[in-house]
Every structure is written in C-alpha cells, then in structure tokens.
C-alpha cells in the first residue's frame, strides 16, 4: 500500500487543488484484489479528465462508478503486469512516463500558482471596475425588446386559422404565459410562458424582428406575424433603450475576466522564469522534423 501511496501522490494533491468535491480522513478502498486496488482518490483523479457539469452527474450514479472504476482496476493489473514483463525500461514507455508524470505535477504546480496568486473579492472588483471605466465602449448596447412569443408551426390555412383562434383569446384577456405553455411549438420558450428574454434589432427573422419593434407599450400584442416557422403572437414585456450597461449587469463576467487575468499573468511569469537558460538544438530540431517530413 505504501507503493501505491507514493506513485499516487501527486494524483492525489492535485486533486485536492483541484476542488475534490470531498474530502475523506481515510481512502475508502471501491475495488480490489489480488496486488490492486482502486480507492476513492483514484477516482477523483481520474475524474478530472471531465467537464465539472459531466463529472457531478456521471459520479452520483453507483453504476457509472463501478464501471470506471473496473476500468481503473483492469488498466491498473494491466499496468503492473507490464511492470513485470520489463515494459517500463523500453526507451518510448520511460519518455511517456516522464510525459505523464510531468503533466501531472506541472498541472499541480499550476493549480498552487493559481491558489497563491488569488486576490481577494475587493481587489477583484477594484480591477473589475477600473476596466469598466476605462472600456466604455465596450458596454455600448443598441435598443433592445423583450417579447413573449406564442409560435403555431403550421404556415399553411389551417396553422393560420388555429393563430387566429389563440389571439382572439388572448384579446379576450386569456393568460399569454399559459396558452404559450399549451400551444406554442418553440420548445425553448414554450416552458417559460414564451418568454424570449431581451434582443437586439438583427437577432430574429426579419419579420419576427420588425413585428417586435413596432411594439410600444407594455401588454401590447401583435397581429399575426408569418415567418418561415409558422405563424407567431407577440407580446411586449419591455424595451430597453440604447445605451451602456450599467457596471452591476456585468460585474461578475468582468470579475470572472480579472481573476482569470490575475493567473494568466503569473502562470505566464513562471513559465518565463522556467525557460531561463534554455538551449535551442537548432540543428537537433531540424534533423527531427526532417525525418517526419521524408517518412512515408
């Protein structure tokens, strides 16, 4: 066990860098047998290699688990018979050891580059601010709507007679979020009463965008607007002039930017600092590439 604690050692740091959901006083052990065995660090390590959103879903299922962690203790036995057939001494396995190796620690010294380097929330928005004011442009935004939508995806007469139906409803004071949860074929808004959030002039179908802009006051409703899709009711939730977006409504994207900065700075400072004195083989390089080049 002790051999496995060390070749796994620098697994297991970078997973606790790394936000490891949780955190145990000892390695409960998933799978094993005979000279292998596959604990729960193996599995946070292992897990890495998937998106966050991915990894939460896949490793709350015990099957899922059990499966990668068979596929862990199958490369595992695989691993330590090649160990035995003398496999870890041929040239190409060291250098790719070394390979992986390398990655594993230079990631691990990359996440406590991060950790090190963090600044506070303060600092952060500070930062955030200062590149607010100094960018004002960049915040610019055009006039914008936000419309609820109701889609009847038949452009045909009888799409358009059912169209007719829900409007005289909905000009009759039926509910617009209901019969857009009951009617509309745009699954996307449909859930949400129709709601299509704020948009831009040039974001919809022309005649989706003309319909849209044309209204004025809150509550108003269009007439039938006829696109590609089908047959659509409109109405309006709101209009937001043309201007700058106030610094709240992108303070946390402009902090996530200054913090992702912040390390990009000192990663790239270490990265520097581990090329000093570094020899170029010029003639090394050429030679290499020039034996892929003339290979068939």
């Known amino acids: 066990m002790k051999t496995h604690s060390l070749r796994f050692g620098g697994l297991a740091a970078l997973v606790m860098v790394l936000s490891a959901p949780v955190v145990y006083a000892a390695e409960a052990v998933l799978m094993d047998g ?5 604990t729960e660090q193996d599995m946070h390590a292992d897990a890495l290699r998937m998106p966050l959103e991915m990894r939460e879903r896949v490793l709350a299922r015990p099957d899922q688990v059990a499966q990668i962690a068979s596929n862990l203790y199958v490369r595992r036995s695989l691993a330590q018979q090649a160990d035995a057939a003398g496999l870890a001494s041929n040239p190409e396995t060291k250098a790719a050891l070394q390979i992986a190796r390398d990655k594993v620690l230079s990631d691990a010294l990359l996440a406590k580059i991060d950790k090190d380097n963090a600044l506070p929330d303060a600092k952060l928005e500070g930062l955030a601010r200062s590149n607010y004011n100094a960018n004002p442009d960049r915040f610019k935004v055009a006039e914008q709507v936000q419309v609820r939508h109701i889609l009847i995806a038949s452009p045909d007469d009888a799409g358009r007679a059912k169209a007719a139906q829900v409007l005289v409803d909905l000009q009759g004071g039926a509910d617009f979020a209901a019969l857009a949860k009951e009617y509309s074929a745009d699954p996307g808004s449909a859930a949400k009463g129709g709601e299509l959030g704020f948009f831009a002039k040039g974001a919809m179908v022309p005649e989706f965008d003309e319909a849209s802009f044309a209204l004025q006051k809150k509550g108003e409703l269009s007439g039938l607007v006829k696109t590609k899709f089908g047959y659509h009711i409109l109405q309006l939730e709101d209009r ?17 930017g200054a913090r992702a900065t912040v390390q990009q700075e000192a990663r790239a400072l270490a990265a520097q600092k581990a090329q000093q004195g570094v020899t170029v083989h010029k003639e090394a390089i050429e030679a290499f590439a020039a034996g892929y080049k003339s290979a068939p």
């Open 34 to 38: 005979g000279q292998v065995t596959i």
């Open 240 to 256: 937001r002039p043309a201007g700058v977006r106030p610094f709240e409504e992108v303070r946390d994207d402009l902090i996530k």
